[in-house]
């Protein structure tokens, strides 16, 4: 499986902003940065625990935690703006890695090879245009983020949004987050309740290299 960015990669963050200083209030757990994830390991280009996006989309999803806030909920970002290094860390793991830990916690009833044929892993990754986030919702009132039937980055078909086998309470709030989301301009896939990006993203052609970084921002 090759990655062609030939013509399409930049540097530039120009056009990006650091997230939380336009939702001030977002609680960030970047998965990619630390070793809880489906590699285990942390992932190339992750310099920072910190969520960067698009200026359009940081003001969309401003919308969004004003119109969550109202309701008693925050919101819960685990990866934001992906480098395209870090993609490639991805596939390159699917291919020649060996290396199973993490099965049992994200992909225990897939092999490696299924999580790019059934789409969980893209080999060019919309993350990479930076208009493409993974949230949740958090209940300021249990101090617990609502429950939806799965966690972040389980690989299953349990984890789609319409999925059947979900109680009820949790299909009530994947469609919580995701109708927020779609009023205020983000578009949902059909593998991943977390998973949304700005319908008019900015760069839909683009994908950018430049690392998670605060500081790379500030240059």
Known sequence: MSVDYKQKVTMDPSGFVLL????????????????YNFIGDKIDGYEEPCAILTVEAARALKAVS?????QGYRLKVFDAYRPACAVRHFVLWGIEDLDLRMKPYFYPDLEKQELFKQGYIASQSGHSRGSTIDLT???MQTGKELDMG???DLF????HPDCKSVTEEQYENRMFLQHAMVRNGFVPI???WWHFTLKDEPYPDTYFEFPVSSAYLKR
């Open 66 to 70: 004003n119109e969550v806030n109202a």
């Open 156 to 159: 299953s078909e349990l984890s």
């Open 137 to 139: 919702l958090f209940d």
């Open 20 to 35: 939380s200083d336009h939702v001030p209030g977002i609680i960030q757990e970047i998965r990619y940065y630390s070793t």
């Open 150 to 152: 799965s966690p972040f």
């Open 190 to 192: 059909n593998c991943e």
